[in-house]
């Protein structure tokens, strides 16, 4: 014989008191130590130590699922396929509305609307309290069966606010929550509240496109423009800056527009040329300015 258990603490929930008290009827029933139940658990292959055992059926804290479910099939009749799952049942069930009832001030704890990766973070962690504090393994699970398998890691990333989640993985971790009690019961009424949650969030942390550093758009005209005058205005006043000596060779290009424009018969073939010789020399108004012409044109054919 073992050493007898201690009682539950007096102010333990009653769902925790129950469960505890159907472990430890469990182990009673089988006859069997905490030691013996561990190495039935290996012989099942859901192997777990006796202090593990122990813990569980302490009432102090809320085992993990899959603890309570070998610690039901190594006390229950081991020639008994169903007798093992009525117990895992049993303990499955008292372990949902205990894990409830631990979550039970984090479910009703109001969350400020913040559209925030955090903020996401607060109300999936309040949607998973609602659902019984389902494990990160149980989500993972029930995720792949929704159709988007989340990894443990990353719900754990996700719960934690520290990344935002993708469209499929919120849907799909939004699923789980709504199976994570049971067929017919609904966890989430507003998927696509939260989902629009999520693209407000995304949309935000989005950043911008960056400014062009350099050319000339429309937008952006009057506004360099402006500065362009305002600096003038500012040289002018310290007396830096003359109108009368007019534009230097680094005002070629302002505001990305060439204003000091190449000399026409750049574009002109030789017939064009000869034209525009015969005509400027015909109008010229004295012999000077038809000879710097001519020398001009003679220059551009090179």
């Given amino acids: 014989m073992g050493r007898r258990a201690k009682p539950v603490a007096a102010g333990t929930g009653p769902h925790m008191r129950a469960l505890a008290a159907a472990l430890r009827e ?41 603890t309570v479910k070998a610690f039901a099939r190594a006390a229950a009749d081991r020639d008994s396929r169903q007798a093992q799952l009525r117990a895992v049942e049993r303990v499955e069930a008292l372990w949902t509305a205990t894990a409830v009832e631990r979550a039970a ?11 925030s990766t955090a903020g996401l973070a607060r109300r999936l962690v309040q949607l998973r309290a609602q659902a019984g504090q389902p494990t990160l393994t149980r989500l993972q699970e029930l995720s ?58 995304e949309q935000r942390l989005r950043p911008g496109l960056p400014k062009p550093a350099y050319g000339c758009l429309d937008d952006q005209l009057g ?12 040289l002018r006043k310290v007396g830096k800056l003359n ?41 010229g108004p004295d012999e000077n300015s038809g000879n710097r012409l001519a020398e001009m044109v003679r220059r551009a054919r090179g």
Avoid: C
Avoid at 105 to 112: D, E, K, N, S
Avoid at 159 to 164: C, D, F, I, Q, S
Avoid at 226 to 234: C, P, T
Avoid at 256 to 261: E, L, Q, R, V
């Fill in 26 to 66: 469990m182990k009673a029933h089988s006859g069997l130590t905490y030691a013996n139940l561990a190495k039935r658990t290996e012989e099942l292959k859901v192997g777990h130590g006796a202090a593990t055992l122990s813990r569980a059926a302490a009432g102090t804290h809320l085992p993990r699922l899959k």
């Fill in 105 to 115: 001030p984090l479910a009703t704890r109001p969350v400020r609307r913040q559209r």
């Fill in 144 to 201: 792949a069966a929704a159709g988007h398998r989340v990894p443990r890691s990353t719900l754990h990333l996700i719960l934690g606010g520290r990344v935002l989640p993708t469209r499929d993985q919120l849907a799909a971790l939004l699923a789980a929550l709504d199976a994570a009690l049971g067929p017919g019961r609904v966890v989430v009424w507003d998927h696509w509240k939260l989902l629009e949650f999520r693209d407000a969030v």
């Fill in 223 to 234: 506004e360099i423009q402006y500065r362009r005058e305002q600096k003038e205005a500012i």
């Fill in 243 to 283: 109108d009368e000596d007019g534009d230097s060779e680094d005002d070629e290009y302002r505001l990305g527009i060439p204003y000091n424009t190449p000399p026409p018969w750049e574009a002109m073939d030789d017939d064009e040329l000869a034209a525009w010789e015969q005509e400027a020399l015909a109008d």
